[in-house]
């Protein structure tokens, strides 16, 4: 049996390869509406966020947190609560992306790459590790 403190960091290390892996995505999409469809750097944030928030979710629920079975619920409450957490994450994204790139002149893919690590490990992990994905109302 592994100490607690040691499946914390197991499971911040899941969580930072799965934020990866969503930033890829997100940052894909973003990169190509900025490019190929003409939106802003702030109207593309959210629309990648929106995305790669899809892959995160999967990623969170099956392989991150191994959470199939959550506390009040099944998929359904599991997503409701994702997506609050996720909504004020991207608006998160969205404001920061907004400050670095918008006022302070910061190019927009590293402005993204700053904020998306704080908000990973500021906002997401705490949220899904003890509200979106803990069990039986313990977290691991």
Known sequence: MRAPH???WHTLGRHQLGAVSAALIDFSVMVLAVQRGGLTPVEATALGTAVGALANFGMGRFWIFRRRRPWGGGLRSQAIRYAAVAAASATWSVVGEHLLHDVLQVQYVVARMVV?????LTWNFPMQRR???REGGVTR
């Open 116 to 120: 998306a690590t704080a908000v990973s």
């Open 6 to 8: 040691n499946d914390t």
């Open 131 to 133: 509200f979106v994905f």
